[in-house]
């Protein structure tokens, strides 16, 4: 992707951060038809990530093992407005632009229709997503009939991405004035974009 520098992001602890808080990537693969993209929640496991697909998904069947992927994952995203930038009152030199974060993780895929392995990935997310939720309470593989467990569990692919490379791109108006930036995160609030606003805040405090 274009990212120039000024918006490039290279903290680890914020990809990651980007990554957990923001887990449905956009799963982008080349097949027999052309580029398909998949939306799939993926959960990071030591440097790679973990998830599942429908078996009536064409995906695991068009992409060989090991082949290249790319998963998408998008932090939120806003307009902004001219109107928004004292600086243009002054100099009227401003355009419209659009804020967002993303990070795009190149891998290789590997497939897998063994049950231990379906298990785990149902296991790994389930565990991972209900603790967030419901915390104690939350639901478990051993809730549902094991019959109905079984049969869920055949309906579905499990996959593993080896990452291969990870590049970050966290686009909040660093080009411009303090003061623009300030201007733009308290339109993004009154416009309830909070968290768009709070990661500008955060960042012209760092």
């Given at each position: ?25 956009a ?20 440097e ?54 993303v ?60 990452v ?30 909070t ?12």
């Amino acid at each position: 992707m274009y990212n120039p520098q000024h918006f490039q992001e290279h903290h680890p602890a914020e990809i990651a951060r980007l990554v957990d808080f923001n887990p449905l990537a956009a799963l982008v693969a080349m097949t027999p038809a052309g580029l398909v993209a998949n939306h799939i929640p993926l959960l990071r496991e030591g440097e790679g990530f973990v998830g599942h697909v429908a078996l009536a998904n064409d995906l695991h069947r068009d992409v060989p093992d090991g082949a290249p992927v790319l998963a998408i994952f998008q932090a939120g995203d806003a307009y902004v407005s001219p109107n928004w930038y004292p600086s243009k009152a002054e100099t009227h030199r401003a355009v419209p632009t659009w804020n967002y974060r993303v990070v795009h993780v190149q891998a290789t895929i590997h497939w897998s229709h063994a049950d231990r392995d379906k298990r785990r990935a149902v296991s790994l997310l389930t565990t991972h997503h209900e603790r967030a939720v419901n915390g104690a309470a939350g639901w478990r593989m051993g809730d549902a009939p094991a019959d109905y467990m079984a049969g869920m569990l055949e309906k579905i692919v499990a996959f593993r991405l080896t990452v291969t490379r990870t590049e970050a791109k966290v686009k909040l108006n660093q080009n411009r004035t303090p003061e623009d930036i300030a201007a733009v995160a308290d339109a993004y609030e009154k416009g309830g974009r909070t968290t768009l606003a709070q990661a500008m805040r955060q960042r012209g405090d760092g």
